[in-house]
Each structure stands twice: as C-alpha cells, then as structure tokens.
C-alpha cells in the first residue's frame, strides 16, 4: 500500500514579469480568471485531492497572497450587516482551516528546484504534492484527483503529462518514455527543456507533480542545470531505477496563464463553462469575430 498525500508546495516566488505593470504590486498569482485568483483555483484542486496541508514558497511582495487565505473581519463584517448572506457562506467554504497553510521564502531565484528544496523541513519524509499555479487546468475531476488515484495503483514519482509539438520540446521537461498504453507512460528518464533534434519523446511535463522525499537528497547538491537553475526535473531524473517513474495524460484542458494569450484564453473558456455567464460572453465573442 502506498503512502498517501497529504501535503502540497505551492512555488508562488516568482516576479512575474511578463504581466507587468499589472504585478507590480501584485502577485501574479493572484491575477483572477474570471473572479477567482489563480492561485485559489490550485488550492481547490488540491484539496478536492485530499491535501491537507498547504505550503507556499514566496518571495518579497506576496504578502497579499497569503492575507487572501485569511480571515477578513472587517469584510465579514460588511458584508454581513449588508445581508449578503451568500458571499459569506461561498467565502467561508473555500477559507483554509487554521494550521492548514504554511510559508517559507525562496530568498533567491535559484530555479523551480531550489523552490521546492525550500519546503524540505514542512515536508520531511512524507510523498507530497507540487502545483503550478500558472498551469490552469479545467477538468473534472481535478487534475491532481486524477493523478492521485493513478499514484495509489502505481506509487512512485507521478506527473501530469501532454503531448506537444516536437519544435516546442525545448519548453517543456520532456519524459523518455519506455511503456506507453495512451493514457500512462512510465519513463526511464526525463529531460529539461531538450533541443526538438535530441527529444525523446513529444510527451511534456505540466505543473502537477506527486513526488517522494527522496527527491530533497538530490535537490540538496544544489546542481544547476538548464538556464543555470537548479532544475526539479534533474532531480527527479535521479530517482529513476530507485523510484517508479509514470507520466499521465490527464483528462482536461489545460491553460499556460504564464502567457498573455493563454491567461486571455482561460478567461474566456472559464467564462463559456459558467452557466451564468456562457450566453453573455457568447454574445460578446460573436460582436468580435
């Protein structure tokens, strides 16, 4: 029987400079598709999976990310002596319990690695969980609920997966893959952002991970690899031949809100997937096409 998940790491350190001047002051994670913030739609995701303990890795200026995860009284308050009785019950159903969040700063911008490194003494020796908030991934169920169910059949290290084109390989962490039945590939290795000539394989690594603490020992050598970052694909690369290895093409559809294009994007398909807003938004989209 494999050890179940408990906990997950939220990277959240990040400038995110492609959005300026919108993340100036404030974290790109919590840039709202439609009225939510990202980083709230992982935190679902990630408790629909049965995560019970939050961990965010940060950096300067993302103080207000962590208040969202907080009591408001004085919101409360507001909104109680208004009557809005609905708000305050939507607010209190998705509100952390207390204990559940945690944070630790990534004092330097070492790499995806080096922030997960930076969750060590919360994680210890347990298998966790990693999300991505820039990763926005519309399925139901969750992503991560269908990468836990995998991971209680399989154990080991599992991933979120898709298939990309070969002339973006250079993107991605890309899995060498050894058995494939469509659905799961388990991989033999895996490499970080490869040339399109010398990929293995098409298949990608997403921002949703299921790890084991053995990857910290790896993570601990403080190895640069790609972009001269210490690369948590490097590390998990590591593991294999110790520790099963499986990619999974999850069933959804995923979002690069790290890109303009792709935040506009999710906008608009989060928006068509309300049944409050479809009819608006498809009225709208037909005035511009």
Same mark, same amino acid.
């Given at each position: 029987m494999v050890k179940a998940i408990r906990k997950a790491v939220f990277p959240v350190a990040g400038l995110g400079t492609r959005f300026l001047p919108a993340t100036k002051a404030m974290p790109k994670e919590m840039l709202p598709i439609v009225d939510k913030p990202l980083i709230q739609y992982a935190v679902e995701e990630a408790r629909e999976a049965g995560i019970e303990e939050i961990i965010f890795v940060t950096g300067r200026g993302k103080t207000v990310l962590l208040d969202h995860f907080d009591r408001s009284f004085e919101l409360e308050r507001v909104l109680h002596e208004r009557g809005k009785a609905d708000a305050l019950t939507e607010m209190a159903e998705w509100m952390p319990k207390p204990g559940q969040i945690s944070s630790t700063r990534q004092q330097q911008p070492l790499g995806l690695g080096h922030a997960v490194w930076c969750a060590r003494n919360f994680i210890a020796d347990e298998p966790f969980a990693v999300l991505l908030a820039d990763d926005l991934i519309l399925a139901q169920p969750g992503c991560l609920s269908q990468m836990v169910e995998v991971y209680s059949k399989v154990g080991g290290n599992v991933v979120a997966a898709e298939d990309v084109p070969r002339e973006k390989t250079n993107r991605y962490?890309? @899995? %060498? $893959? $050894?058995?494939?039945?469509?659905? @799961? /590939?388990? =991989?033999?290795?895996?490499?970080?952002? !490869? %040339? !399109?000539?010398? =990929? !293995?394989?098409? @298949?990608?690594?997403?921002?949703?991970? &299921? @790890?084991?603490?053995? $990857?910290?020992?790896? &993570? /601990?050598?403080?190895?640069?690899? /790609?972009?001269?970052?210490?690369q948590l694909t490097d590390a998990m690369a590591k593991t294999i031949g110790d520790i099963p290895f499986h990619g999974l093409r999850f069933d959804g559809r995923r979002f690069d809100c790290g890109s303009k294009l792709g935040f506009v994007e999710a906008n608009i398909a989060y928006a068509l997937d309300r049944e409050d807003l479809k009819d608006g938004v498809g009225r709208i989209l037909k005035k511009y096409s």
């Open positions: 962490g890309i @899995l %060498d $893959v $050894v058995e494939d039945d469509g659905r @799961l /590939a388990r =991989a033999k290795g895996l490499v970080e952002k !490869p %040339d !399109p000539s010398q =990929a !293995p394989s098409t @298949l990608s690594i997403i921002g949703r991970y &299921l @790890l084991q603490p053995q $990857v910290f020992g790896h &993570l /601990a050598r403080q190895e640069r690899g /790609a972009g001269d970052e210490i």
